[in-house]
Protein backbone atom coordinates (compact mmCIF):
# COMPACT_ATOMS: atom_id res chain seq x y z
CA UNK A 1 0.00 0.00 0.00
CA UNK A 2 1.14 3.48 -1.28
CA UNK A 3 1.77 5.76 1.89
CA UNK A 4 0.46 9.39 1.10
CA UNK A 5 3.28 12.34 1.71
CA UNK A 6 2.99 14.66 4.45
CA UNK A 7 3.57 17.19 1.77
CA UNK A 8 0.67 16.28 -0.09
CA UNK A 9 -1.86 15.85 2.92
CA UNK A 10 -1.00 18.95 4.11
CA UNK A 11 -1.89 20.65 0.51
CA UNK A 12 -4.80 18.27 -0.19
CA UNK A 13 -6.36 19.76 3.53
CA UNK A 14 -5.23 22.83 2.57
CA UNK A 15 -7.28 22.90 -0.27
CA UNK A 16 -10.51 21.52 1.31
CA UNK A 17 -10.11 24.27 3.83
CA UNK A 18 -11.15 27.16 1.34
CA UNK A 19 -13.04 24.96 -1.00
CA UNK A 20 -16.16 27.08 -0.44
CA UNK A 21 -13.56 29.97 -1.76
CA UNK A 22 -12.14 28.10 -4.51
CA UNK A 23 -15.22 26.81 -5.65
CA UNK A 24 -14.69 22.90 -5.15
CA UNK A 25 -16.95 20.69 -5.07
CA UNK A 26 -15.67 17.32 -4.73
CA UNK A 27 -11.96 16.59 -3.50
CA UNK A 28 -10.46 13.54 -3.12
CA UNK A 29 -6.57 11.89 -2.25
CA UNK A 30 -5.20 8.55 -4.00
CA UNK A 31 -2.36 8.04 -3.32
CA UNK A 32 0.43 10.42 -4.38
CA UNK A 33 -2.55 12.89 -6.00
CA UNK A 34 -4.99 15.45 -4.52
CA UNK A 35 -7.66 15.69 -6.56
CA UNK A 36 -10.23 18.54 -6.58
CA UNK A 37 -13.17 18.51 -8.87
CA UNK A 38 -14.55 22.33 -9.79
CA UNK A 39 -17.24 24.21 -10.04
CA UNK A 40 -17.95 24.86 -13.72
CA UNK A 41 -17.10 27.06 -15.06
CA UNK A 42 -14.06 28.33 -12.83
CA UNK A 43 -13.05 31.49 -12.45
CA UNK A 44 -9.47 32.45 -12.90
CA UNK A 45 -9.85 33.99 -9.23
CA UNK A 46 -9.89 30.09 -8.49
CA UNK A 47 -6.96 29.22 -10.38
CA UNK A 48 -4.74 31.84 -9.01
CA UNK A 49 -6.02 30.63 -5.01
CA UNK A 50 -5.35 27.35 -5.92
CA UNK A 51 -2.04 27.57 -7.17
CA UNK A 52 -0.71 30.16 -4.51
CA UNK A 53 -1.90 27.41 -2.08
CA UNK A 54 0.29 24.92 -3.63
CA UNK A 55 2.66 27.05 -3.85
CA UNK A 56 3.14 28.15 -0.14
CA UNK A 57 3.06 24.16 0.59
CA UNK A 58 5.86 24.09 -2.08
CA UNK A 59 3.95 21.82 -4.28
CA UNK A 60 3.45 24.41 -7.15
CA UNK A 61 5.72 23.02 -9.70
CA UNK A 62 3.08 19.94 -9.07
CA UNK A 63 -0.02 21.11 -10.23
CA UNK A 64 -2.33 20.07 -12.99
CA UNK A 65 -5.34 21.25 -14.89
CA UNK A 66 -7.17 18.67 -17.33
CA UNK A 67 -11.02 17.27 -17.08
CA UNK A 68 -12.12 13.55 -15.72
CA UNK A 69 -15.70 12.33 -16.35
CA UNK A 70 -16.59 16.05 -17.84
CA UNK A 71 -15.51 17.77 -15.04
CA UNK A 72 -12.93 20.61 -14.95
CA UNK A 73 -10.18 19.19 -12.70
CA UNK A 74 -7.23 20.40 -10.40
CA UNK A 75 -5.21 18.24 -8.58
CA UNK A 76 -1.44 18.13 -7.26
CA UNK A 77 0.27 15.13 -8.45
CA UNK A 78 3.57 14.77 -5.97
CA UNK A 79 4.91 12.48 -8.08
CA UNK A 80 5.09 15.00 -11.12
CA UNK A 81 8.27 16.84 -11.88
CA UNK A 82 8.60 18.75 -15.36
CA UNK A 83 11.38 16.94 -17.11
CA UNK A 84 12.35 18.71 -21.07
CA UNK A 85 11.93 17.20 -23.64
CA UNK A 86 15.50 15.52 -25.36
CA UNK A 87 16.17 17.89 -28.06
CA UNK A 88 16.33 16.72 -31.61
CA UNK A 89 18.66 17.85 -34.58
CA UNK A 90 16.09 18.90 -36.95
CA UNK A 91 13.47 20.75 -35.09
CA UNK A 92 10.75 22.67 -36.59
CA UNK A 93 11.20 26.61 -36.71
CA UNK A 94 8.71 28.21 -33.44
CA UNK A 95 6.71 30.27 -35.75
CA UNK A 96 4.15 30.95 -32.67
CA UNK A 97 5.34 34.13 -32.34
CA UNK A 98 4.12 35.20 -36.08
CA UNK A 99 1.18 33.76 -35.21
CA UNK A 100 -0.09 36.00 -32.66
CA UNK A 101 1.63 38.78 -34.89
CA UNK A 102 -0.50 38.39 -37.26
CA UNK A 103 -3.96 37.75 -35.20
CA UNK A 104 -3.02 40.99 -33.85
CA UNK A 105 -2.72 42.92 -36.93
CA UNK A 106 -5.73 41.36 -38.02
CA UNK A 107 -7.65 42.88 -35.32
CA UNK A 108 -5.81 46.22 -34.99
CA UNK A 109 -7.08 47.00 -38.59
CA UNK A 110 -10.77 45.63 -37.66
CA UNK A 111 -11.94 49.45 -37.09
CA UNK A 112 -12.29 52.23 -34.59
CA UNK A 113 -13.16 50.50 -31.66
CA UNK A 114 -9.68 48.74 -32.04
CA UNK A 115 -7.93 52.33 -32.27
CA UNK A 116 -9.27 52.76 -28.61
CA UNK A 117 -6.91 49.58 -27.07
CA UNK A 118 -3.90 51.41 -26.11
CA UNK A 119 -0.36 49.28 -27.95
CA UNK A 120 0.28 48.10 -24.41
CA UNK A 121 -2.61 46.09 -24.67
CA UNK A 122 -1.72 45.12 -27.90
CA UNK A 123 1.59 44.01 -26.88
CA UNK A 124 0.63 42.15 -23.94
CA UNK A 125 -1.94 39.78 -25.88
CA UNK A 126 0.71 39.10 -28.60
CA UNK A 127 3.34 37.57 -26.02
CA UNK A 128 0.12 36.02 -23.74
CA UNK A 129 -1.13 34.15 -27.00
CA UNK A 130 2.57 33.31 -28.30
CA UNK A 131 2.79 31.85 -24.52
CA UNK A 132 -0.21 29.95 -24.57
CA UNK A 133 0.24 28.41 -27.75
CA UNK A 134 3.96 27.13 -26.12
CA UNK A 135 2.35 25.16 -23.90
CA UNK A 136 2.49 21.21 -23.42
CA UNK A 137 0.96 18.87 -21.83
CA UNK A 138 2.70 16.84 -19.00
CA UNK A 139 4.36 14.16 -21.28
CA UNK A 140 5.01 16.98 -24.10
CA UNK A 141 1.75 16.90 -25.73
CA UNK A 142 0.45 20.26 -27.89
CA UNK A 143 -2.64 20.78 -26.37
CA UNK A 144 -4.11 24.06 -27.94
CA UNK A 145 -6.68 22.61 -30.67
CA UNK A 146 -8.29 25.88 -31.49
CA UNK A 147 -7.81 29.80 -30.82
CA UNK A 148 -8.73 33.42 -31.10
CA UNK A 149 -8.56 37.02 -30.47
CA UNK A 150 -11.37 39.44 -30.53
CA UNK A 151 -12.13 42.87 -29.79
CA UNK A 152 -15.22 43.17 -27.18
CA UNK A 153 -16.90 46.52 -27.33
CA UNK A 154 -18.30 47.98 -24.38
CA UNK A 155 -20.59 46.30 -22.32
CA UNK A 156 -19.87 43.00 -23.64
CA UNK A 157 -18.70 40.18 -21.65
CA UNK A 158 -14.66 40.64 -21.83
CA UNK A 159 -14.24 44.40 -22.02
CA UNK A 160 -12.19 46.40 -19.35
CA UNK A 161 -14.29 48.96 -17.46
CA UNK A 162 -16.67 49.44 -20.66
CA UNK A 163 -13.83 49.96 -22.90
CA UNK A 164 -13.07 48.53 -26.12
CA UNK A 165 -10.85 45.43 -24.95
CA UNK A 166 -8.73 42.07 -26.08
CA UNK A 167 -10.49 39.16 -25.32
CA UNK A 168 -8.15 35.23 -26.17
CA UNK A 169 -9.87 32.31 -26.58
CA UNK A 170 -8.14 28.85 -26.63
CA UNK A 171 -9.79 25.37 -26.37
CA UNK A 172 -6.96 22.63 -24.58
CA UNK A 173 -7.23 19.18 -25.77
CA UNK A 174 -9.66 16.36 -23.66
CA UNK A 175 -7.79 14.18 -21.86
CA UNK A 176 -4.25 15.95 -21.56
CA UNK A 177 -3.38 16.94 -18.54
CA UNK A 178 -1.26 20.38 -18.52
CA UNK A 179 0.63 22.03 -16.36
CA UNK A 180 -1.68 23.96 -13.94
CA UNK A 181 1.53 26.54 -13.21
CA UNK A 182 2.12 27.06 -16.54
CA UNK A 183 -1.06 28.47 -17.20
CA UNK A 184 -0.78 30.50 -14.60
CA UNK A 185 2.23 31.79 -15.71
CA UNK A 186 0.74 32.50 -19.30
CA UNK A 187 -2.17 34.11 -18.11
CA UNK A 188 -0.25 35.78 -15.12
CA UNK A 189 -1.67 39.58 -16.55
CA UNK A 190 -5.21 38.46 -17.72
CA UNK A 191 -6.52 37.96 -14.11
CA UNK A 192 -10.08 38.45 -15.27
CA UNK A 193 -11.27 35.50 -16.97
CA UNK A 194 -12.69 31.71 -16.72
CA UNK A 195 -12.37 28.08 -17.81
CA UNK A 196 -15.46 25.57 -18.47
CA UNK A 197 -15.68 22.23 -20.24
CA UNK A 198 -19.50 23.07 -21.54
CA UNK A 199 -18.93 25.39 -24.42
CA UNK A 200 -23.06 26.00 -23.82
CA UNK A 201 -22.33 27.98 -20.88
CA UNK A 202 -20.55 30.60 -22.66
CA UNK A 203 -21.72 32.62 -26.03
CA UNK A 204 -21.59 31.40 -29.23
CA UNK A 205 -19.30 34.06 -30.01
CA UNK A 206 -16.75 31.84 -28.16
CA UNK A 207 -17.37 28.32 -29.58
CA UNK A 208 -14.33 27.26 -30.97
CA UNK A 209 -13.91 24.55 -33.48
CA UNK A 210 -13.42 20.91 -32.35
CA UNK A 211 -10.97 19.07 -34.11
CA UNK A 212 -11.95 15.48 -35.27
CA UNK A 213 -9.90 14.08 -32.34
CA UNK A 214 -11.74 16.26 -29.87
CA UNK A 215 -15.06 15.37 -31.68
CA UNK A 216 -14.59 11.75 -30.96
CA UNK A 217 -13.10 12.01 -26.90
CA UNK A 218 -16.56 14.42 -26.34
CA UNK A 219 -18.64 11.15 -27.94
CA UNK A 220 -17.15 9.09 -25.01
CA UNK A 221 -17.42 11.99 -22.34
CA UNK A 222 -14.27 13.27 -22.61
CA UNK A 223 -14.54 17.15 -22.93
CA UNK A 224 -12.16 19.80 -24.00
CA UNK A 225 -11.55 22.73 -21.54
CA UNK A 226 -12.46 26.44 -23.12
CA UNK A 227 -10.48 29.14 -21.80
CA UNK A 228 -11.64 33.11 -21.88
CA UNK A 229 -8.96 35.42 -21.24
CA UNK A 230 -9.94 39.04 -21.02
CA UNK A 231 -7.00 41.40 -21.53
CA UNK A 232 -6.95 44.30 -19.58
CA UNK A 233 -6.06 48.17 -20.72
CA UNK A 234 -3.39 49.03 -20.00
CA UNK A 235 -1.94 52.78 -20.55
CA UNK A 236 0.87 52.89 -22.95
CA UNK A 237 3.77 55.01 -21.57
CA UNK A 238 4.52 58.77 -22.02
CA UNK A 239 7.33 60.00 -24.40
CA UNK A 240 9.29 62.35 -22.40
CA UNK A 241 9.68 65.75 -24.34
CA UNK A 242 13.14 67.13 -24.94
Known sequence: MTTVPEGLCNAHHAVQQASATLKVKKSVIKE???VHTMSDPTPFSSMFAFQKIATGLNMGPKTLLGSMGGDLVFSINS?????EAPSKKKRSRDT???EAERAMQKVRRSGRDADNVSQASFAVAQGCIADLLRLRGVKGESVIESWAVSLRKGGQWGSSNGKPSLLIA???SAGVAVPLYGVCTVMRVCRDGMMTTSADRVSTDFDLPLT???KA???VGQKSILILASVPHLE???KEVS
Open 32 to 34: RVS
Open 79 to 83: AYSHI
Open 96 to 98: TGE
Open 170 to 172: ARL
Open 212 to 214: DQA
Open 217 to 219: ADE
Open 236 to 238: DAT
